[in-house]
């Protein structure tokens, strides 16, 4: 398969990358290192890089933004930043992505626990994620040509632990090969329309 | 207690007003028509609205909207035009609604079955109701001062029934009391950070 991962830099992306890189032609997109270059919050943007790489198998999105901060700290463009940039940057993957990939092949996205779960902070960063948990639910109903589109939901992962874990008092840590394992479910299983819940 | 309910000339909205106007003091909000006239998708038009009616005990916000079509139909700007109006619209309301409540009051707000089971042409609709769903439990966390935040999430309601029946294949229409009771229960009940089901 021709996979293209973007965030396939990250903490996440670069073990879901490494994972499938010894069988697969990876290709890496991200902000400001990797195969190709991108902004999640400009539609031409990932347009580019999409059409640099095509035609694809799977990609893979573990790349976006939101705003942490208290509620009452938060601007209402500060919301904005976390609508620009992981929730539509997802979507547009989606959008612009489709005619991209193989007949067959898939789109993963992702969010993450506090969907489901928030803790403090997260009011911008929750609402994203809820958002793309229904989208993938109703895109499902309508995506062609076979094109399978799930989302992968992780709790907080070991390698991201110690820097996070005052924000998620009592969370268990996700193991990373469990959440590696979560994109490989999306990846090569047949499942569609599917949010992947991997909490700990 | 006063009530302030934007939307409140709407198909669901008259019969909540409907509801509480013998007993409570209730000024409508609405674009077009209504005691206070506001626009969902300007924070200015919201906090002037707010400033003109307040202080409050209960904001019930049945407004706001988002583009239905097929997705491979949707360009990005009807995307954000949920966002802004459905989706940030009802986040403003929370945002400025909390300094024109009463201590203990109760802010309630509206999406719909689509954020859990969508339906055709809704992955804009869907998902600014699955984005509320997650705002309301991670808005629960913080906020003060007594107040409650919930969100009333209905199926496609009796007096809707008939016009958008056809979109909703196999869907068992809401009698428009149980519609109007899970309003009640956000504003008379206790609950806070719920999301308020009611699909049938």
Same mark, same amino acid.
Request: proline fraction near 3%; charged fraction near 20%.
């Given at each position: +398969?021709?996979?293209f ?7 996440? !992306?670069?073990?879901?990358a *490494?994972h499938?890189q010894p069988?697969?032609e990876? =290709?890496?997109?991200?902000r400001?290192? /990797?195969? @190709?270059l991108l902004? +999640?919050?400009d #539609?031409? #943007?990932?347009?580019?890089?999409? *059409?640099?790489?095509?035609p694809?198998d799977a ?7 939101a705003?942490w901060d208290?509620?009452?700290q938060l601007? %209402? ?6 609508l620009?940039s992981?929730?539509?940057?997802? =979507?547009?993957? @989606?959008?612009l992505?489709?005619k991209?990939? $193989?007949?067959?092949?898939s789109i993963?996205? #992702?969010t /993450?626990?506090?969907a489901?779960?928030? @803790? ?5 960063a929750a +609402?994203v994620n809820?958002a793309l948990?229904?989208f993938?639910?109703? @895109? ?8 399978r =589109?799930n989302?992968v #939901?992780? !709790?907080?992962? %070991?390698? *991201?632990y ?8 009592g969370? $268990?840590?996700?193991? +990373? *090969?469990?959440a =590696? $394992?979560?994109?490989?479910r999306?990846? %090569?299983g047949?499942?569609?329309g599917?949010?992947?819940r991997?909490?700990?």
């Amino acid at each position: +398969m021709k996979i293209f991962i973007i965030g396939g830099h990250g903490t996440i !992306g670069r073990k879901v990358a *490494a994972h499938f890189q010894p069988h697969h032609e990876v =290709v890496i997109g991200g902000r400001t290192q /990797g195969d @190709v270059l991108l902004d +999640m919050t400009d #539609s031409a #943007s990932i347009e580019q890089a999409l *059409a640099s790489v095509g035609p694809l198998d799977a990609i893979l999105c573990i790349a976006g933004e939101a705003k942490w901060d208290d509620f009452d700290q938060l601007s %209402e463009e500060d919301f904005y930043l976390g609508l620009r940039s992981k929730l539509m940057g997802q =979507v547009n993957v @989606v959008r612009l992505g489709r005619k991209y990939l $193989n007949s067959g092949g898939s789109i993963t996205l #992702s969010t /993450g626990i506090l969907a489901d779960d928030p @803790v403090l902070k997260t009011t911008s960063a929750a +609402m994203v994620n809820g958002a793309l948990h229904s989208f993938v639910k109703a @895109v499902d109903l309508e995506v062609e040509n076979g094109i399978r =589109v799930n989302v992968v #939901s992780l !709790g907080l992962v %070991e390698d *991201a632990y110690e820097k996070y874990r005052d924000y998620f008092p009592g969370h $268990n840590p996700v193991p +990373m *090969a469990k959440a =590696v $394992n979560a994109y490989v479910r999306s990846v %090569e299983g047949k499942g569609r329309g599917h949010v992947i819940r991997q909490y700990e």
